[in-house]
């Protein structure tokens, strides 16, 4: 099979891509979707987020492997940069239009970007759907593709609804880029 010089260059520029970037350019937006690719501290790609806009808010479904077993915050975060090398710090605090507080337990809460934690099963796998009322893929104040996009982030702890500005939930140890910085 014949492959043209100009194929092979953008086939190496695709293979040479860091984890970031890719993971960046998976993200999508197809008329109220967006499909991401969810990657590890290390830069390593362990599953997929995908989310759907309804009339009732943002469908959010996650298919994630290589968890610890147990509790996890789960929270869209302000920027759309999932950086393995700082920790996913890149990816700034919680997704909160508005002035609203954090936590779905304190009155003014929750952040657009607070959702109920995940339970993660003894073999590391995280299968859910989740319901956000307060985020949007259409354009608004509440909408995940503004300036700096935003990402999906996964704690290694659970968030305890009430501690303010995130949760307590500890380290972020998985990442997509939901929409990335225009």
């Known amino acids: 099979m014949f492959t043209s010089p100009r194929v092979t260059a953008v086939a190496l520029l695709a293979v040479s891509l860091s984890p970031l970037a890719a993971t960046a350019a998976l993200a999508e937006n197809h008329e109220g979707k967006v499909s991401a690719a969810v990657i590890d501290t290390s830069g390593a790609s362990v599953g997929r987020v995908d989310l759907e806009q309804t009339p009732s808010g943002v ?20 920027t759309g940069t999932c950086d393995p090398g700082d920790g996913f710090k890149s990816a700034g605090g919680h997704f909160a239009p508005g002035a609203s507080q ?10 657009g970007g607070d959702m109920p934690n995940q339970t993660v099963g003894a073999d590391g796998h995280l299968q859910t ?22 990402a999906l982030v996964i704690h290694e702890g659970a968030d305890d609804y009430t501690s303010q500005p995130s949760g307590a939930a500890g380290s972020r140890v998985a990442c997509a880029v939901l929409s990335a910085p225009k």
């Open 129 to 150: 759907q989740v319901l956000n009322t307060g985020v949007t893929l259409m354009a608004g104040e509440n909408s995940i593709h503004d300036g700096d996009g935003s």
């Open 102 to 111: 954090h936590g779905l337990m304190v009155e003014g809460g929750p952040h």
């Open 59 to 78: 469908l959010i479904k996650a298919d994630v492997t290589g968890l610890a077993p147990g509790a996890h915050g789960f929270h869209i975060h302000e």
